[in-house]
């Protein structure tokens, strides 16, 4: 095992995202294909939302770690991107409108209650993970931003053309990502290639980008399993 150049090393962390990442997932493809009925594209924002809340959660792990002010200060951003500045304004909030357009009342999405058991596990394992690994494993993780901008792209517009209860309005969660998404990419690959300096610390950060797709995947392989096929959905969740 031999030490990548920099180039190598970004060329083989965008080669995870190309095979792993979750627009690969039938059930995505079926999303932005319009061919989803209301009921499963419900399902599908219910369950994002364990997975949304859990990214400040996350963040705010990470900036507890960072040796430097000038680190978490960076990092700090990402939490008040999806908490806002007063808990109202940012990231969850428009995740929540996008629910309520779907029709979802607000407190069968926040309670968690109707959520399936198997993305209420894979979202907590993210968080995990950035507790229990390396600083560098936890940044790595949060890689998959390379590949969001693509997968918005293709959402908002899927969505909006195959589905007539959704809107521009209620989809506003995605506008937003569309630039957060590139700048932290950026800093968090540029954290990688700076700090990952031995053969080891790159695989140590290609396995823990692996996981987090793993993480992304898991939760559609859930949604698929019980609201396509067979359409077998646990006692107690929604849709039950």
């Known amino acids: 095992m031999s030490l990548l150049s920099p180039a190598d090393f970004e060329k083989a962390l965008r080669a995870i995202g190309a095979a792993r990442y979750h627009n690969l997932h039938p059930f995505h493809k079926l999303l932005h294909a319009g061919k989803l009925d209301r009921r499963q594209v419900q399902a599908w924002a219910l369950n994002r939302y364990i997975y949304q809340s859990r ?20 990092w700090r951003v990402r939490i008040e991107d999806h908490d806002g500045t007063d808990g109202t304004d940012g990231g ?19 309670s968690e209650r ?10 907590d394992a993210y968080v995990h993970f950035t507790k229990d690994r390396s600083v560098l494993e936890a940044i790595a993780s949060s890689l998959t931003e390379m590949f ?93």
């Not at 400040?56 to 900036?63: C, E, Q, W």
């Not at 109707?114 to 979202?123: D, G, H, Q, R, V």
């Open 92 to 110: 969850i909030a428009r995740w929540l409108r996008l629910t309520d357009g779907l029709g979802l009342p607000r407190e069968d999405v926040v």
């Open 148 to 240: 969001a901008p693509t997968i918005i792209a293709e959402r908002v517009e899927g969505m909006l053309s195959g589905y007539d209860f959704v809107s521009n309005e209620t989809l506003a969660y995605f506008g937003a990502r569309m630039t957060q998404a590139p700048r932290d990419a950026d800093f968090a690959l540029d954290f990688c290639i700076r700090n990952a300096t031995t053969p080891l610390a790159q695989t140590l950060c290609k396995q823990a980008l692996e996981f987090k797709c793993s993480v992304l995947w898991s939760m559609l392989d859930a949604l698929y399993y019980a609201y396509v096929s067979p359409g077998h959905p646990p006692p107690g969740v929604f849709g039950t």
């Open 114 to 123: 109707l959520a399936l058991p198997a993305t209420i596990f894979a979202a």
């Open 55 to 74: 990214i400040p959660i996350k963040d705010a792990i990470i900036v507890s770690r960072l040796p430097t002010p000038e680190l978490r200060a960076t």
